[in-house]
Each structure stands twice: as C-alpha cells, then as structure tokens.
C-alpha cells in the first residue's frame, strides 16, 4: 500500500533558504492546524517553517485578491526573476501604496531591534537634494502618491528635518507619515508644535511596543515608558494624528495587545495602531526565528482573544496585499466603539483602487458615514449603506463626527528568508526609495538590496532553483 503523508499539499511557490538565501522550490502545506513552508535547499538541507496558524483564514486570503494595480512606469528590466531584479520590475503586481523616504541611517537610540542597523554612529544623513530626488522619483512613479513615509534611522534628528517635510508637501503626496520613536517630540513640545501645522494629510507614525519595561529595554535597549507617555501627552493636546507601531514577538509581548488597542482607543490623538511581527533582517540581538517569530494570524487571533470589540469577522485581508496585510475599522461614539470592517462588502474592496490607509482625500465617504449613523437611518438601510465604506478612510468634516473619531488597526508582516513566498511577494505594496531612485520592495531591500549587500546579491543571481 502507498504511505499516506502526515500533510496536505495545498501549494507550490518559490521561497529562500533562511541561511544563504537562494530561491529554493517550496511546498505550502496543512499539518497539525497550521499552514507550512516545506523547502529543500541543496547546501543547507531541508527546513520547515510556519506561515500561518489558521488554516480556514489562509484559504479566505486568495479570495482576497483582487486585480493588479501597477506603477507608471517600470524602474528596472526582469533579468533574473523575482526577487532579484527590484527596481520595481515589470513582473511586479501592485504599484506603491505606501513608500518609505530613509532620510537618514542615524538614529538617537541603537535599537537591539532594528531593520536598519541604525545608531548615532551608523552611517550619514542624506542631503537635500537626495531627498528632493527620491521623493521626486516617487511622483515619477505613482503620479500622486497615496502615502509617503519619512523614515530612518531617527527621521526627526535630521538637520534639515522641517525643509525636507516642505519638500515632501510641496510634491502631490495624499498623505505624509513621519515614523518616530518620539523622543524628539517629548523632550521639545515647540518642535510637536510645529509639526502640527503640517495637518491635515499629515501623520505621526510612534513607535509604541510595550508597557512593560523589560520588554522596551530588549526591543530598544532603553526603557522608554516615561518618552511615549510625554510624547502622547503633547501630541493629544495638539491632536495631531498618531499612529501607535508595536513590534511584536512571541513570548514578549503578544499579551499585551488588547491592552495596548484599549490603550490607543482613549488617546484623542490616535487613528490606530500598526502591529507588525519581527521581520529577520537587520540588527536582531538574541532573536531566535523558530521560537520568537510570529505570524500575521497568530496576532489575529490575540486581538480576537484579547479585544472585547473586533471578532473574527472584523479583521479581513486587504485585497491589494492579502498575505501580509490584515485590518479592522471601527468608529468612536461617545463611550462606545462600533466596529466597521464585517459591514464592508468584500466586492467593494476587490473592485474599487482605494489605498487602505489613505484617510483624509475621499470626500464621498462624508456623506455615507453620516447617512449610516443619522437618526432616521434604519437598521435594515445601514448594511448596504456600508458598501460604501471602503479601505480608505478619509477626514470626515462634521460637527458630529470627525476623523478624530475614526480607528483602525493594521497587521502588517515584512516577509524574510523564514516565511518567503514568491507569489505574495509579487504583491508587496510597501515599498522604499533607494539611493539610486528605484522603488523597491520593503521586504526585498531589507534582504538583498541595502549597503553592502550587492556582492551576496551578485552571487545569486544566477545559481538555477
């Protein structure tokens, strides 16, 4: 009789080798509840990995997917195949909802944790007119940019910090994020100030891991409790919108996550907040992958668990990325909070080119959120109403209600060698501007396409899968 397998073969892609990272073939398959990777690399042996740990919620993912969106033009020739020739190549599927301008590789803190290797030592700031340049190649290639993200290292340490913000406003840019550890915002309330003149379409992006000091003292090497709470104090008082960003890993802080959303709904000044798993790349001081890596669905799940307000059915995949993207919308009401996302017709998302966190441009969500929660509206009327409400969510200008009312929450894993799939990497929407102009994947930068990186880059290109 033929062995049966302990497995269900769902699946075939492309991924890495977690140890050299050369394309090797990899199955995806079901076994005990959990969705696998099962590659073979020829140097480097056989390796299992988890991709998920929720096998009806990988299969509801494809369904997910809608058509791809694409940049103006192409930045580089597809030479090698995927993910070798980031530039964007024409073989991508999805043009940039969201790019990241580094403006600088220095930093105020050296992070344990961190993509970028940053530190007050670590590399330069970049001049002006490399920024001026990298942000014009994003216009070149998506025309108007859903979102833009100014990033480091520390963003806000630059000397010309306020000249490259005027730079970026002056350029078609929907909306402008600055990703901060805010301690450049605690410890100078003139400069918080001053950045709250750049609303509306303007967003802080604070780093926010934990409430525990152990665990700001392994993610960060510094016990930052005292900065976040000086700095969400200033930024509530001026109600500038924050994001709040929480580097989860397992075994760390992945019990912290309802309180940290319960936290974040009493903030005047918080739209949301941004969870994102380790991603293995970078600096990662005493990170072991196989024990402290988390999936997207194992976040899920304890947002689920630990939340009194979202269920299952509030957190769905964002068609333009559905792998590595999960969100939740709700509304703030007084002392209630109304989740949103299980009213939104799925064909809405799959048939509109709406970027997910591009909040204040749609001026006709104004009428249909005020139609959903006005007093003659019937419950019967409210479910088609919310067809309307679509991933974006705009500035909603209302004494009523106002997008200082609105919440959302974002599951958003950067794929590594680890969990690597060809076929969802294709569909990476976060991307960021390298020094030469091209429009890269996140995820592919932080593996093959940053300093130093080249030669490991050269010695793969052509070794066959």
């Known amino acids: 009789m033929p062995e049966q397998k302990d497995y269900i073969y769902y699946d075939h892609t492309i991924s890495l080798c977690v140890v050299c990272h050369r394309r090797i073939s990899a199955k995806i398959v079901f076994a005990d509840g959990k969705v696998w990777l099962h590659k073979f690399c020829r140097e480097h042996g056989r390796q299992e990995v988890v991709i ?3 096998i009806e919620y990988y299969r509801q993912i494809r369904n997910f997917n809608k058509k791809s969106e694409y940049p103006i033009r192409p930045h580089t020739e597809t030479l090698y195949g995927c993910p070798y020739d980031c530039g964007i190549c024409p ?54 940019p859903d979102v833009v993200q100014l990033s480091g290292g520390e963003p806000t340490i630059h000397p010309h910090f306020f000249e490259i913000l005027d730079l970026a406003k002056a350029r078609p840019i929907k909306h402008l994020m600055v990703n901060t550890n805010g301690i450049r915002i605690a410890q100078d309330k003139g400069f918080a100030e001053k950045l709250a003149t750049y609303m509306p379409g303007f967003e802080i992006y604070l780093q926010f891991d934990s409430f525990r000091p152990s665990v700001l003292q ?21 109600n500038l919108s924050t994001t709040l960003v929480v580097t989860v890993e397992k075994g760390l802080n992945e019990d912290e996550i309802g309180d940290i959303i319960k936290f974040a709904l009493k903030q005047k000044c918080v739209r949301g907040v941004t969870f994102q798993p380790t991603s293995v790349s970078g600096r990662l001081d005493n990170f072991d992958p196989q024990t ?23 957190l769905i995949p964002v068609p333009c990325n559905p792998d590595a993207l999960i969100m939740a919308y709700a509304l703030k009401m007084k002392d209630e909070v109304v989740p949103l996302t299980r009213l939104i017709d799925p064909e809405m998302l799959l048939n509109n080119s709406k970027n997910t966190i591009v909040y204040e441009q749609d001026k006709m969500l104004h009428q249909y959120v005020l139609k959903l929660f006005s007093t003659g509206n019937s419950p019967e009327n409210a479910a088609g109403t919310m067809k309307h409400l679509l991933c974006c969510l705009p500035e909603i200008v209302s004494p009523d209600i106002g997008y200082d009312q609105l919440f959302r929450i974002i599951v958003m894993n950067f794929m590594d060698a680890w969990d690597f799939d060809v076929r969802a990497i294709k569909k990476s929407c976060v991307h960021i501007v390298h020094d030469d102009g091209r429009i890269i994947p996140f995820e592919t930068m932080n593996l093959f396409y940053r300093n130093g990186y080249q030669a490991k880059l050269n010695s793969l290109r052509n070794i066959p899968i």
């Open 52 to 54: 998920a740990t929720d």
């Open 91 to 144: 073989d991508h599927e999805q043009h940039s909802c969201l790019t990241l301008v580094e403006i600088t590789e220095r930093c105020n803190l050296t992070c344990p944790t961190c993509y970028a290797e940053s530190s007050p030592v670590h590399g330069r700031h970049r001049s002006l007119k490399e920024v001026e340049n990298m942000l014009d190649a994003i216009v070149e290639s998506e025309g108007e």
């Open 218 to 238: 392994k993610l960060r090497g510094r016990d930052l409790s005292e900065i976040r709470n000086k700095a969400l104090e200033i930024l509530n008082e001026l």
């Open 292 to 314: 402290a890596k988390i999936t997207n669905t194992e976040i899920r799940k304890n947002i689920i668990d630990q939340s009194e307000i979202f269920s299952s059915a509030d």
